[in-house]
């Protein structure tokens, strides 16, 4: 079983991939939450596990998101997915980090990648999983 203190820095390096991308966001010109909130162009995402199950967290991959699909929807199929897959459970929850503009594809993927290698230093594992949204 974990100490509260790796816990507390997993949750850090969770935070950290959202905090990684608001800044960029904001610079192209739009803020995050009202970008992803129905966005009107395409934009790049990732959705990871706010819970780990055991010792295990679980990503999707970085992918290119249809313009009009919002983070809520992202979050609901990526839980819906865990759910069925992994068990994982309904109280728990997901977060899907997202970045507008299609430059933004490399620095959403390298937050991703940061995340990762971070739980993997905290001696967690992380599970890539194959989830791809479906409206």
């Not at 509260?4 to 739009?30: N, Y």
């Not at 759910?83 to 490399?106: E, F, H, I, M, R």
């Amino acid at each position: 079983m974990r100490n509260p203190i790796s816990i507390s820095i997993a949750a850090v390096c969770l935070l950290g991939a959202t905090c990684a991308i608001q800044p960029t966001s904001a610079q192209a010109g739009e803020s995050l939450d009202q970008s992803v909130d129905r966005p009107s162009q395409p934009y790049f995402s990732f959705c990871r596990s706010d819970n780990m199950i055991g010792n295990t967290f679980y990503f999707s991959a970085t992918r290119r998101i249809d313009a009009g699909v919002g983070r809520q929807d992202l979050q609901k199929s990526f839980h819906d997915y865990l759910a069925t897959k992994y068990k994982y459970p309904n109280t728990s929850g997901v977060s899907c980090v997202a970045a507008v503009g299609s430059d933004l594809q490399a620095r959403t993927e390298s937050s991703r990648r940061e995340t990762i290698n971070n739980l993997h230093s905290a001696r967690y594992d992380v599970v890539e999983t194959d989830w791809t949204y479906r409206k």
